[in-house]
């Protein structure tokens, strides 16, 4: 076995593993409530005039769950305390949701729950509309609470549940969006009106997030943005979510937040230095096996073409972003685009 291709398949499973731990450390931090209630007021109408710090305490029932696996049909999952994460269906398959909780709503006079499921994604072309991965989830949402929420047919039971989004790494036109999509009443014939309750029982939101140091943007989108920005030291981050959003730097959410930015610089490194090396590797044996300038100016843009594909694939970036990262003047974005497009 060549030894290139050893060194290649360690730094492949290297950049794994990192990623899957930096994964794990992004959902501890979202889990936590502080942060929850930011992103319940943005994006969820009954939360809207609430105070966050009654949200993160008052509202939020329980510890949020957290699966750091997905969980396939005949696979197994770690799941960390609180709200089950798994939708088990003999006929569908077992669904494991990032992060899963219990919300009260407030002014209701009584003990009514909202269930609401936070996905944290980082492409947002995963092969099919991420939207109906969204549906999908708040009906099986829906669909399980048959037997543990209500039995029989005493449908008036339904909770309704929310699958809430985030976005970090979205196409330029939906930057800096928050965007719900829910069901309606529409009157095709005449106006029978229907109690809103009875049929809003589903809403799928998606937080885009997009740059941090953009105006006129909803406090959570700011502050997921920051949160997870690769720009930003530990130390920034961490003031400004105690000055800016008044979240309590707890001991473990410290811990969380300098974990997450550690494993994200080490995905980012060896992403970049593998991406760079396979590039310059593969741009310079085609260049010389062409053997003319036209061959070895080929070569490079195959090599650059190369680390972008690389890069996407290693660290689960956009294309515009790993075009950043390997410096790349905007000028000759668009060519490499192209070239994307036509493979």
Same mark, same amino acid.
């Given at each position: ?39 319940? $007021? /943005?994006?969820? &109408?009954?939360?809207?005039?609430? =105070? @966050? *710090?009654?949200? +993160?305490?008052?509202?939020?029932? #329980? ?24 939708? $088990? /269906?003999?006929? &569908?398959?077992?669904?494991?949701? =990032? @992060? *899963?909780?219990? +919300?009260?709503?407030?002014?209701? #006079? ?45 449908? #008036? ?187």
């Amino acid at each position: 076995m060549p030894m290139e291709w050893e060194s290649t398949t360690a730094q492949g499973l290297h950049i794994t593993q990192l990623s899957a731990r930096y994964d794990a450390a992004c959902k501890r931090v979202l889990s936590e409530k502080s942060i929850l209630a930011w992103i319940m $007021k /943005s994006c969820l &109408e009954e939360y809207q005039d609430c =105070d @966050i *710090r009654d949200i +993160a305490e008052k509202y939020i029932e #329980g510890q949020p769950q957290i699966s750091s696996i997905p969980v396939l049909p005949d696979e197994g999952g770690t799941v960390i305390q609180g709200m089950d994460t798994a939708d $088990k /269906s003999l006929r &569908e398959g077992t669904v494991t949701y =990032d @992060i *899963r909780f219990r +919300a009260i709503v407030p002014g209701t #006079g009584e003990r009514i729950s909202l269930i609401i499921n936070v996905e944290a994604q980082n492409d947002y072309y995963p092969g099919y509309p991420l939207i109906t991965r969204g549906v999908y989830y708040c009906c099986r949402m829906i669909s399980s609470q048959y037997g543990r929420e209500f039995t029989g047919p005493d449908y #008036g039971k339904l909770k309704k549940v929310y699958s809430i989004w985030i976005c970090m790494n979205p196409p330029k036109n939906k930057e800096n969006t928050i965007t719900r999509y829910r069901l309606v009443e529409e009157h095709l014939v005449g106006e029978a009106v229907e109690p809103v309750g009875n049929y809003d029982l589903l809403s799928i939101v998606m937080l885009c997030l997009g740059n941090p140091e953009a105006e006129g943007k909803e406090s959570a989108l700011r502050m997921l943005d920051v949160l997870f920005s690769d720009e930003t030291s530990v130390a920034e981050k961490k003031k400004i979510l105690a000055e800016e959003y008044d979240i309590p730097m707890t001991q473990k959410l410290d811990q969380e937040v300098s974990s997450m930015c550690n494993l994200s610089e080490g995905v980012l490194r060896k992403g970049l230095t593998r991406g760079m090396a396979q590039g310059r590797a593969e741009g310079l044996a085609q260049g010389m096996a062409k053997g003319r300038v036209e061959g070895r100016a080929e070569g490079l843009a195959e090599g650059i073409l190369s680390s972008i594909q690389s890069l996407m694939k290693n660290l689960n970036v956009s294309v515009e972003r790993a075009m950043t990262i390997l410096d790349i003047p905007e000028g000759e974005r668009q060519a490499y685009l192209d070239l994307l497009q036509k493979q």
